[in-house]
């Protein structure tokens, strides 16, 4: 079965075929840097790293994009939560968006969260934002109010096709920008004026002012990614307004599709209730670190499907992280068994190998079942631990080991040690045949004395007639 993604604007699931073959455009709502990750964003960006990491399994070059979104973002007062931020910390806005900017991504390393292939800020694309608005000015699509620029919902009878909401539902308040200003309380702001005493502003047609948050989205995306993108991702709280306003601009401006696959993760609940602001249940990621590992905070975000809610709770990950020291635990005898790739690979190492990478594929295949998928690793897990011993042939302990590592960490991004590991098999080849010729020089305290460096730091070397091979030795420290 190919792979199939549920399309949150089909409401099913779909084959999933890019618009250019061998490549595909994604997008994801970034972050708006006013303050530290949280949790929230650890699913969310664990959820779009999967997607990420399993299409370039499968061959496709990827080009993904995900914004930092630094100015705009209305809270629901209206007040731009950058500026909020800044008061605040008493900073200055730019200064709050650096720390908060590199916060997330030292937060997103620690999760093992590939980066995106472009992370563009919206203060760094206001002509773009401008230049968009004009076009949906020009087009008939907005209107112009006292300096301030509208989206006019009554021009976009397509609004509401992502989230199935009728305009005439759409009351003013309730997460719609209420305005004197607007002709209808469902239209939402493209530009809004400043006044002097807001910090971020910049010149348009229009007078002083600053982009809503929803127009970067679409200017930011299709600057990189064309007028119509393969994936674009979000939370499911940003299906409305967000999203609906990104295909409502973005499709009135080019007349084409926007986006082919909509895909929305789940919210994150905490001990069983739902994370917000207002409860005062944030658990920051850089908090959630201090208790426990990056690999163990993502093993136990993805084995929940990324659709599903996720409650965190102490008691569960703690079991979680039980079964995570399973698969590491595999990992380790396999590297300790791992010595070079001598002999033949034995067919049924090779058929067992087969077969649990098409079980794994066909659950990631699967709308990227991460927990069914999780569970076949387990099972994978318990058949090597079966078979490793001494009589196994190099060869099938190394395709054991490769095909381990590629589907828990290649694509689930679960055992990033091993990596470390990994790199370093050049380092030591070279010094185990330095060491080789020193024995042919008869330098035996030399020799002797780095065979127990590299002992110390977790390989053993066997010297052999004609030449010394090695291993990694159980329970080696982090090189
Ligand atoms: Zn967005």
Not at 57 to 69: E, M
Not at 211 to 224: L, Q, R, T
Request: glycine share 6%; hydrophobic share 35%.
């Amino acid at each position: 079965m190919p792979l199939q993604i549920y399309n949150s604007l089909t409401r099913q699931k779909e084959e999933f075929v890019p618009l250019t073959d061998g490549l595909v455009r994604m997008y994801v709502c970034g972050p708006t840097v006013y303050d530290y990750p949280h949790i929230g964003h650890a699913k969310s960006y664990i959820s779009f790293d999967i997607v990420v990491r399993y299409l370039r399994y499968l061959g496709y070059r990827v080009k993904y994009v995900q914004n930092i979104t630094d100015v705009g973002h209305l809270l629901d007062d209206g007040e731009d939560r950058i500026l909020k931020g800044a008061q605040r910390e008493k900073r200055d806005p730019m200064e709050l968006v650096e720390i908060y900017t590199r916060a997330f991504f030292d937060a997103m390393d620690a999760l093992n969260v590939q980066r995106p292939t472009i992370s563009p800020r919206a203060t760094g694309h206001i002509p773009e934002q401008i230049e968009m608005v004009q076009t949906l000015i020009d087009k008939g699509h907005a209107y112009v109010v006292n300096g301030s620029v509208y989206f006019d919902i009554s021009t976009w009878p397509g609004y509401g096709v992502l989230s199935g909401r009728r305009v005439e539902d759409q009351r003013a308040g309730e997460r719609v920008e209420a305005s004197d200003e607007k002709r209808h309380p469902a239209d939402f702001a493209l530009w809004k004026k400043a006044g002097p005493e807001h910090i971020m502003q910049w010149n348009s047609p229009w007078g002083r002012g600053y982009p809503g948050w929803h127009i970067e989205c679409s200017a930011m995306s299709m600057k990189y990614l064309g007028e119509t993108l393969d994936i674009h991702g979000g939370g499911m709280e940003n299906q409305f307004p967000h999203h609906e306003c990104e295909i409502a601009q973005s499709e009135a401006v080019t007349g084409k599709p926007f986006v082919r696959y909509w895909m929305h993760h789940n919210m994150v609940m905490v001990e069983g209730v739902k994370m917000s602001k207002s409860l005062g249940n944030f658990t920051s990621v850089q908090r959630a670190l201090e208790r426990y590992s990056g690999a163990q905070i993502r093993f136990f975000i993805l084995q929940s499907h990324y659709r599903s809610p996720v409650d965190f709770s102490r008691e569960a990950i703690d079991a979680s992280a039980q079964g995570l020291e399973r698969l590491q635990a595999t990992r380790d005898q396999l590297l300790h068994f791992l010595a070079s790739d001598e002999g033949d690979v034995s067919a049924q190492v090779e058929q067992v190998c087969a077969e649990y990478k098409a079980l794994f594929e066909k659950e990631m295949n699967d709308d990227f079942n991460t927990p069914a998928a999780i569970g076949h690793l387990f099972s994978f897990a318990r058949e090597i631990n079966s078979r490793l011993s001494s009589s196994l042939s190099s060869a099938s302990v190394k395709l054991l080991h490769d095909t381990f590592i590629r589907l828990a960490d290649d694509v689930l991004g679960i055992l990033p040690e091993s990596r470390t590991a990994l790199a370093a098999d050049p380092f030591i080849d070279l010094l185990v045949t330095v060491r080789r010729e020193i024995r042919a020089q008869k330098n035996w305290a030399l020799s002797d004395h780095l065979r127990d460096k590299l002992e110390e730091l977790g390989v053993a070397i066997q010297d052999g007639k004609e030449k010394s091979s090695w291993t990694y030795k159980k329970n080696m420290p982090a090189l």
